[in-house]
């Protein structure tokens, strides 16, 4: 089984600082795979906020994204396709939010919805302290956070753990 899916991305500062736009995205399935996509800036975000406190979360420095970033075109092509049929969960409504901006960066519409995690987790019918103990096997095995794709590993592990019941 490799659905449901989990996003997750960094942004260019903590929306408390600004008008942010997204810079890292990734996409994990509860198989194990995940992509990664470092985001080239849009010219449409030129003006847009970008915080050292963030920079300092994630470690993606403007210079990184101009060098290794790829166009948001190509970056929202290739999520869509590696999303594939999934239903795609995040633990963050802001996911959801950078999604639509780079979506209406090139014009495009979002390419799927993005649902909230905890929907998932109560259809399922799972318990708090189920929810709570996958969560923290999860951390222990992928610790490291505000990385995209370890962010959405983590989640996508935690989902994995509860379908499998195998939790310490």
């Given at each position: ?111 799927f919805p993005v649902r909230y995690l905890g929907e998932l987790l109560v259809e399922r019918g799972y318990t708090r302290p189920q ?38």
């Open positions: 089984m490799s659905c449901p899916a989990l996003i997750d991305f960094e942004a260019s500062c903590l929306p408390e600082y600004g008008q942010s736009y997204p810079i890292e995205v990734a996409l994990a399935r509860i198989d194990g795979s995940s992509r990664t996509w470092l985001i080239r800036p849009s010219p449409k975000w030129r003006f847009w906020d970008w915080s050292e406190e963030a920079e300092a979360l994630h470690g993606i420095s403007r210079e990184m994204l101009a060098r290794e970033g790829l166009p948001p075109e190509q970056v929202l092509a290739e999520l869509a396709e590696v999303a594939g049929d999934c239903q795609v969960y995040a633990d963050a409504d802001l996911d959801a939010y950078w999604l639509e901006v780079l979506a209406g960066a090139v014009g495009a519409p979002v390419p929810v709570v103990a996958a969560l923290a096997e999860a951390k222990a095995r992928l610790p490291r956070e505000h990385v995209a794709r370890d962010d959405a590993s983590r989640l996508a592990l935690t989902v994995r753990l509860l379908l499998d019941g195998d939790l310490p």
